[in-house]
């Protein structure tokens, strides 16, 4: 089945606890993202992801890090994670770089920063 | 750069009948696609339809269908007979073909489907 995966779906910490939040999908995507939604915000995006080793900045990059050292994984880090990035957050993969194939998203990651 | 407004929270509509949500868009993009996207209480973000912006005739999937005018900017999602299991957060979306591959999105419209 093809899928994006996501874990944890939900996370509870404390500011300043450096964490990951995986990101992994099956269909051999070049292109990944990830999202984050708050409400009356709609989702924003953090950062993307054209192929391997090519990472960049969305709209709201600040506080978060990204690699991508393998095609199907696409983690976010949150280094010093503060009470502001608790959000729910989305991954989201698309087989073409250009918009033609529609993203694919994640079942999302509840993050609740204390 | 690209904005995307949704200028309804929240609507309802009985059973079975019909449903317009509005969507008004800016892009300096000369190609792009539009999507609405629909989240259900399980907050999966499902995709509902699509539309390629130099395409003139609008998309149509089942019960939904989009009026697209482009000159207008405007992207609004129709929904015929609708169900209870229509009932959801719906988002507005546009992706610019540009070297920065992004989805923008709206701030969502509440729909309440009422039995």
């Known amino acids: 089945e093809a899928q994006v995966t996501q874990n944890p779906r939900y996370l509870i910490t404390v500011t300043g606890k450096k964490l990951t939040v995986t990101c992994s999908q099956n269909?051999?995507?070049?292109?990944m993202s990830w999202y984050r939604q708050d409400p009356g915000l709609g989702l924003r995006q953090i950062y993307y992801s054209m192929n391997v080793e090519v990472t960049d900045k969305g709209d709201v990059p600040e506080g978060y890090k990204v690699s991508r050292k393998e095609k199907r994984n696409f983690p976010l880090i949150l280094e010093s994670p503060s009470p502001n990035q608790t959000s729910l957050y989305f991954c989201a993969s698309s087989s073409d770089r250009q918009g033609y194939a529609p993203q694919h998203f994640g079942d999302g990651t509840r993050l609740s920063i204390l | 750069a690209q904005t995307v407004t949704q200028s309804q929270p929240e609507m309802s509509v009985q059973e079975a009948e019909t449903v317009t949500l509005s969507c008004t868009y800016d892009t300096s993009e000369s190609d792009y696609y539009l999507f609405w996207y629909k989240q259900p209480p399980s907050r999966q973000m499902i995709l509902v339809i699509r539309q390629e912006a130099y395409k003139q005739q609008n998309a149509t999937e089942n019960r939904f269908s989009v009026n697209f005018q482009k000159a207008a900017k405007s992207f609004s999602l129709k929904i015929s007979d609708s169900q209870l299991g229509d009932a959801a957060m719906y988002f507005c979306a546009s992706d610019g073909l540009g070297s920065a591959r992004q989805l923008t999105f709206g701030s969502g419209t509440q729909l309440t489907v009422l039995p």
């Open positions: 269909m051999n995507h070049e292109y």
